[in-house]
């Protein structure tokens, strides 16, 4: 609402997909309904798109943002951008999309989630940190990880995916990454406590000037006491001296233990 979108001025998202980012649609859902926001000029870019999977698939992505989120909102739905993995030349694709991410005038905000071995969108571990829009071979643990969406059959999954890169992530004004849950606890600590891998595509984040991360207390159990208690310990000291805690301000590697800042 500060941005104040207009048709010729919108604002523009970076979307995820799965289990992470639900409770927060549903939130921005029930903001949108009681009249708090409108999505009447948000342009959004999602993330990845499996290969091969029809567009009206249950589980492919267009599906699940159709589902979740664009059709209780007042997005155009010619604003609301997911990769076309039945294209039928899928580097085409690829470009395409990079450069309509740039005809919009880049991302305002990337939110995003991880997989539980860090990967960022389908950035899957020994991605370029450059890298841009492209296809991807899937890692086994992705395919494992994802094949409950799959009625628990990962060889159902599909083994290919087109992603923005992490580049593409970086790209953006703002970062937001969400990570829940203690499958996720290994992959926090290397974003925050170790330095820059390609391994942990996340931990790139760290190059971001303005990149936060959202987390809940189960994410936080693999990292160092000082550590959870150093980031816990910032918003109070903003109270005691009597300033707004503004996430983020403290460094780009910022980590938030509690999701009671997700708002609309």
Request: proline letters at 6%; one cysteine or more; charged letters at 20%.
């Amino acid at each position: 609402n500060d941005f104040k979108p207009t048709a010729a001025r919108p604002y523009v998202l970076g979307l995820p997909t799965g289990s992470t980012p639900l409770i927060l649609y549903k939130k921005l859902v029930q903001a949108y309904k009681e009249g708090k926001v409108s999505f009447q000029h948000v342009v959004t870019f999602n993330m990845d798109e499996y290969v091969g999977l029809a567009r009206n698939h249950p589980e492919s992505y267009h599906s699940f943002m159709w589902e979740n989120l664009f059709r209780h909102i007042d997005i155009q739905p010619q604003n609301a951008h997911v990769l076309d993995g039945n294209a039928p030349d899928l580097l085409a694709e690829c470009k395409r999309y990079e450069e309509m991410i740039q005809s919009h005038g880049g991302i305002k905000l990337f939110l995003a989630g991880i997989g539980p071995d860090g990967h960022i969108a389908f950035n899957e571990p020994g991605s370029s940190l450059s890298s841009r829009t492209r296809v991807k071979t899937l890692a086994q643990e992705t395919l494992v990880a994802n094949a409950r969406f799959f009625a628990g059959d990962h060889s159902a999954v599909p083994r290919m995916a087109l992603t923005v890169g992490v580049g593409t992530v970086l790209d953006a004004e703002e970062v937001l990454v969400l990570i829940t849950g203690s499958h996720k606890a290994h992959a926090l600590a290397k974003c925050i406590e170790e330095g820059i891998n390609h391994m942990f595509t996340v931990s790139a984040i760290q190059m971001h000037p303005k990149a936060i991360v959202v987390c809940d207390e189960d994410a936080t159990l693999e990292l160092r006491v000082r550590t959870a208690k150093y980031f816990k310990s910032l918003p109070h000291r903003e109270e005691m001296l009597g300033l707004p805690y503004l996430p983020g301000q403290e460094g780009q590697d910022a980590a938030e233990p509690t999701a009671k800042r997700l708002k609309a």
